[in-house]
């Protein structure tokens, strides 16, 4: 009997300002085209629900990146959670002692595989404009502190720190997903 598992894919870099275009519409065709069923999007940043058969999330993700590049004619990296990764990444509560102002903002870096770094975790920046919080295996949580600075070099360091294979959500969005998934 096959069985099927609950994934979240994310992709990175598309529709970031005008370029990459990849419409919402078209995604879900072509996840279709793949065989996902109850493929949902959320938001235009590439946060993309499905079910499929159940398979390691690497293979998933190289499968949907594949697809998309030979479709859109532009590489469209992939990363994907399984539910259960994802509800434990929220489990966590990693900013439950951030005190939330109107320039605070939460971000969530997930990664492709697991990626060792030396940093010292909680790091901060030497202007105190950014933070990053925890690693777990396939996640990275940081804050930016707007007031400090209007244009952190938050993505260069974690880059430059974890690799590419990386993409950054807001952790308002994981939230978002998360309520599509448990609803």
């Known amino acids: 009997m096959i ?4 994934y979240v894919a994310f992709l990175r870099g598309i529709n970031v300002g005008g370029h990459h275009k990849l419409p919402m519409g078209q995604l879900k065709q072509e ?3 793949l065989g996902c069923t109850n493929v949902i999007t959320v938001l ?3 946060n993309i629900i499905f079910t499929a058969t159940t398979q390691p999330t690497a ?5 949907i990146a594949d697809h998309l590049e030979r479709i859109f004619h532009f590489s469209v990296p992939t990363i994907v959670f399984t539910l259960h990764e994802l509800t434990a990444l929220i489990a966590l509560e990693p900013f439950k002692k951030v005190t939330l102002t109107k320039s605070i903002r939460r971000y969530v870096s997930l990664l492709q595989k697991n990626v060792t770094s030396t940093l010292e975790l909680p790091w901060q920046s030497a202007d105190a404009s950014f933070t990053i919080l925890l690693k777990t295996d396939r996640a990275i949580f ?3 502190d707007l007031s400090e600075v209007k244009t952190p070099k938050a993505m260069e360091r974690l880059e430059r720190e974890f690799g590419q294979e ?3 959500r807001n952790w308002n969005t ?6 599509k998934l448990l609803a």
């Open 166 to 168: 990386i993409t950054t």
């Open 59 to 63: 293979s998933l993700a190289h499968q």
């Open 174 to 179: 994981i939230e978002r997903i998360a309520k």
């Open 44 to 46: 235009n940043s590439g």
């Open 3 to 6: 069985t099927t598992s609950t």
């Open 31 to 33: 996840l279709q085209q």
């Open 142 to 144: 940081s804050v930016i």
